[in-house]
């Protein structure tokens, strides 16, 4: 019950296209071979177009170019 309640309150992102543009940003700088998939490419592309940080300690994702949207704790 608590996480139902929790779950109301956080934002929700809809962003059309996503996987498309998380894909061609994930080719063009060659995520893949840096051991970003695509699922935390969506993520990541979702708080860049969206102004927003993430929360993760995965060091492929604090080591690519998302640096600037990670948030720091």
Do not use: H, R
């Amino acid at each position: 019950q608590i996480i139902k309640e929790y779950y109301n309150y956080l934002p929700t992102i809809y962003e059309k296209d996503i996987w498309i543009k998380a894909g061609e940003y994930s080719y063009k700088n060659k995520l893949i071979q840096k051991g970003v998939g695509l699922i935390d490419t969506v993520i990541c592309m979702s708080a860049v177009i969206n102004n927003g940080k993430i929360w993760t300690n995965d060091k492929k994702i604090k080591n690519s170019i998302f640096k600037l949207f990670i948030y720091e704790f």
